[in-house]
């Protein structure tokens, strides 16, 4: 696994990303999303002191004893939006310690990664190299970035209309319509904070389908190739 360059900083906001290899889907069901998500939620937290597998094989009450004393751990990173697609995923995040992203990235992906090849009975990297991050140094990038994460889904036309949006369970959008995230791994206040009402939310998105489809004007603040 290469190193990275540019070391990643505490406090600071970043756009990560990463794709499967030879761009094969990996995320093929809802209960690989669900997993996926299932261990984001998990592995946000600086210490989880066993591994998801061994807490998924608990009961039901030491189940809920885990979580109730791991949810009073400090985090790694808050994120504030998310998106899962077929082949790739993205996720807008802060890293609130040092070396709290690359932890994070390295065990969410080495854990998703040996759950799909167990599930489909392959070996091998599932991940096409390391994760890609770029620093968010605006709020302009900063809401660019959060509406292109969360339109993804209909900018790539896995869903036609941006009104249908609101039942792709893969990504934060419909999380930012509630009072309560549905994922409790999501932070919507940082977000929320530049629209007065919801509403304002939605327009800013909506308002960008089109053009954001084109990608060329800022495929600089992406990291799809």
């Known amino acids: 696994m290469p190193y990275r360059k540019t070391p990643l900083i ?3 906001i970043y756009h ?5 290899v030879a761009k094969v889907p990996v995320f093929q069901n809802k209960y690989d999303y669900l997993r996926a998500m299932e261990l984001i939620d998990f592995y946000r937290f600086i210490n989880t002191q066993i591994r998801f597998s061994h807490y998924n094989r608990l009961d039901f ?3 809920s004893d885990f979580i109730y004393t791991l949810y009073s751990n400090k985090t790694l990173v808050d994120i504030y939006a ?5 082949n790739h995923f993205h996720l807008l995040v802060k890293q609130n310690v040092d070396g709290g992203v690359a932890k994070f990235m390295r065990i ?8 799909l090849n167990i599930k489909t009975k392959r070996a091998g990297a599932v991940w ?4 890609k991050a770029v620093r968010i140094e605006s709020q302009e990038q900063l809401l660019h970035v ?7 889904p209909v900018t790539s036309y896995i869903i036609k209309d941006f009104k249908d949006l609101i039942n792709y369970r893969w990504c934060s959008y419909s999380d930012y319509l509630l009072n309560k995230p549905l994922n409790p791994f999501l932070d919507t206040k940082t977000i929320n904070s530049y629209f007065k009402t919801t509403d304002k939310l939605i327009s800013f998105l909506e308002n960008q389908v089109n053009y954001q489809r084109t990608l060329n004007q800022i495929k600089h603040l992406m990291l799809e190739e």
Do not use: D, H, T, V
């Open 10 to 12: 505490s406090e600071e």
């Open 16 to 20: 990560l990303c990463n794709r499967s």
């Open 61 to 63: 009450k030491k189940k």
């Open 82 to 86: 998310f998106c899962l697609m077929p």
């Open 108 to 115: 969410f992906q080495n854990s998703y990664a040996k759950y």
């Open 128 to 131: 096409q190299s390391m994760f």
């Open 146 to 152: 959060f509406r292109y994460i969360n339109l993804n």
